[in-house]
Nanobody, 121 residues
Framework: VQLQASGGGLVQAGGSLRLSCVASANRFSIMTVGWYRQAPGKEREFVAA???????YYTNSVKGRFTISRDNALDTVDLEMNRLKPEDSAVYFCAAARGYLARDTNEYEYWGPGTQVTVSS
């Protein structure tokens, strides 16, 4: 499975961005797909994920601001990010896992290259 993330950019605090993750394989629809982020000097951290049954879950810091969704017909998973804060700045990665409700980075087998999100204050 090859993944490609897009949609990053520079936005002011309080603004919005929509990230998209596109997969190359038809097994995508049965996989849990997650978004992670990594800021300079920090470890990669879980942001949100969505299961094959469209159950979504988030890290606490983005609940109420970010929404993850998927379109299995198009093999895409989007992350709508609203009310962005400077601390949301990071490189964002999408990843896919066979496990249901996967959360740990070790559970994700497939990773795409990241997309930079920068939120100015």
């Amino acid at each position: 499975v090859q993944l490609q993330a897009s949609g990053g950019g520079l936005v002011q605090a309080g603004g919005s961005l929509r990230l998209s993750c596109v997969a190359s394989a038809n097994r995508f629809s049965i996989m849990t797909v997650g978004w992670y982020r990594q800021a300079p000097g920090k470890e990669r951290e879980f942001v949100a994920a969505i299961t094959r049954t469209a159950r979504a879950y988030y890290t606490n810091s983005v609940k109420g601001r970010f929404t993850i969704s998927r379109d299995n017909a198009l093999d895409t998973v989007d992350l709508e990010m609203n009310r962005l804060k400077p601390e949301d700045s990071a490189v964002y990665f999408c990843a896919a896992a066979r496990g249901y409700l996967a959360r740990d980075t070790n559970e994700y087998e497939y990773w795409g290259p990241g997309t930079q999100v920068t939120v100015s204050s």
